[in-house]
Each structure stands twice: as C-alpha cells, then as structure tokens.
C-alpha cells in the first residue's frame, strides 16, 4: 500500500517570499517517482516537478524546487519568490502500486494545499 | 497541439440516469486514467486502462463503468447505481519511454445531481 501525507490545508504567503509545502510519504515498492502539481480554481492539473527515488540531487523548475529526504519519506516543495499567480491547490502525488490496483502506475495523491499569496 | 479533451464541461444528471463523460487524446499514450475529486480533497482512481480492450478497476470503481475501443478515447459512465455522484472528473494519460515520463491531464468534467 502506498500513501501520500499533506498536512497543511491551507498556507499563506507574502508575495515575494519563498513558501515550503509539505509532503511524506510511505510505500513499500523500492521504486517510485515523486510529482507535484497544480490545481487553480479552474480545476486543470498543471504538473510542476518531478523526483524519482533513485535521483541523487533534488530536481528544480525554475522557482520550484523539491527538497527530497529519501530517509524521513519527505518530498516537501519549495516556492521561491511567490507571486500572485502561484495561489492555488498543489497536491502531491506519488506512481507506483495501489492496495488494490496492482502495477498500474498509477498516481496516488495526497489531500492538497490550498496556497494563498498576499499582496 | 496535443492533448486531452474531455467534454462536456459541466454535466447535470437527474437521479436515476445513467451519463456518459468523454475522455478524448491524440498524444498517443497508451495508457489512461479516470479520477474523482471531491470538494477539499485529493484524487481518487476509478477506472484505468493500459492498453487497448483491456480496462482495470481501480480503488472506488462501484458506479462507473468504462470502455477502451480505441486508444484514443476512455470515456466514463456513471450509472444509476452510483450513490454520491457529484464530483469533478479527470482523465489523464500516461507516457512511458526511455527518454520521456510523465501524465498529462484533460481539464476535467464537474458533474451535478439535480
């Protein structure tokens, strides 16, 4: 069984200031890729990054990067220099096994943040 | 461009009937995948489909029902048998090479029980 863990509902940030996202995980497949994603009020699923398990340096697109703790199961976002735009739903999401789906490679995704950036 | 077209929009379906959403792509991936959000919370998989005529349940499939035809289209019914349809609905497809991984996802179909 695979599980993804948000714990924050809802964050606020000040424009311009970087913003950290939470994210663990649990799983017990040996390989497994790590994504983030996201969801403004339209309701589109904007993919934002990617790390899989086995990468040796945490992944970075542009203002986002992943901060990747193999041991504590973590793959928290980072938001550099939030801007008005960036507010919205980010989800974190994990590929690999579902309890019941077999090897889909399906995503399984975390409850979500809802990010909130103030002028 | 390619990409996933999913259609209608907004859907409204009366208590009882049986609805159809269509999941559409020209990217050429083979596999493809149907969520369900509720309001606040994550994505939940229905249906998934890896190749063509071959479609697998996924983790809360009582409801729906899917088919595979074609590679290009997944379209989902949602049936009467359904209980808590309301919900917005979203395909995604998958691509898997040696040089290219990712999901690419339609921009979804909210249905509502009225």
């Known amino acids: 069984a695979q599980k993804i863990t948000q714990t924050q509902p809802g964050m606020f940030v000040q424009e311009k200031e970087a913003v950290t996202l939470d994210c663990t995980y649990d799983?017990?497949?040996?390989?497994?890729?790590l994504f983030w994603y996201k969801q403004p009020s339209s309701g589109e699923m904007i993919f934002l990054i990617y790390q899989g398990s086995y990468d040796q340096q945490n992944a970075t697109e542009g203002r986002y990067s992943l901060n990747f703790q193999k041991a504590r199961k973590s793959a928290n976002l980072v938001i550099s220099a939030s801007q008005l735009g960036d507010s919205a739903m980010y989800f974190c999401?994990?590929?690999?096994?579902?309890?019941?789906?077999?090897?889909?490679?399906?995503?399984?995704f975390g409850s979500g943040t809802q990010l909130t950036v103030l002028p | 461009d390619g990409g996933i077209t999913q259609s209608p929009k907004y859907l409204f379906r009366k208590e009882g009937q049986n609805v159809t959403l269509s999941c559409e792509q020209n990217?050429?991936?083979?596999?493809m995948y149907w969520y369900r959000q509720d309001p606040g919370q994550g994505l939940r998989l229905i249906y998934y489909s890896q190749i063509v005529n071959d479609f697998q349940k996924g983790d809360i499939a009582e409801g729906y029902s899917v088919s595979r035809e074609k590679k290009e289209s997944f379209p989902l019914t949602v049936t009467s048998a359904q209980k808590n349809p309301t919900a917005f609905y979203l395909c995604a497809s998958r691509v898997e090479t040696a040089t290219n991984y990712g999901y690419t996802f339609g921009s979804g179909t909210r249905l509502t029980v009225v």
């Open positions: 990217l050429n991936h083979d596999a």
């Open positions: 799983t017990s497949d040996p390989s497994y890729g």
């Open positions: 999401a994990m590929r690999g096994w579902s309890q019941t789906s077999g090897s889909a490679r399906q995503l399984t």
